[in-house]
């Protein structure tokens, strides 16, 4: 059964930090690629950072660069979101999210909230 269970959202105040990690199963997770999304009330699902399989590439979106870092492990078949410095703006629902082209297979987690308030 392929599963994606993401944990790490709550509560935080601004300039404070969060690490969501999301742990695959069920599939060969060093031959995907993974991402995490984000999607605000109101707001379409937007990308917010990618890393290819081997760590050899990583890619933000412009409003979080230099404050978030996407990593991973194949070892543990889980990769990471640390967020520092977060924003009110950066409230939303988080999804991972692996996918293979080769495979043309997409799995997503189940979401995790990430509210940043004082």
């Known amino acids: 059964q392929v599963q994606l269970v993401e944990s790490g959202g709550g509560l935080v105040q601004p300039g404070g930090s969060l690490r969501l990690s999301c742990t695959a199963s069920g599939f060969t997770f060093d031959t995907y690629a993974t991402r995490w999304y984000r999607q605000a009330p109101g707001k379409e699902r937007e990308l917010v950072a990618l890393?290819?399989?081997?760590?050899?590439?990583?890619n933000y979106a412009d409003s979080v660069k230099g404050r978030f870092t996407i990593s991973r492990d194949n070892v543990k078949n889980t990769f990471y979101l640390q967020m520092n410095s977060l924003k009110p703006e950066d409230t939303a629902v988080y999804y991972c999210n692996a996918a293979s082209t080769f495979y043309r297979t997409s799995y997503w987690g189940q979401g995790t909230q990430v509210t940043v308030s004082s």
């Open positions: 890393i290819s399989r081997f760590d050899e590439t990583t």
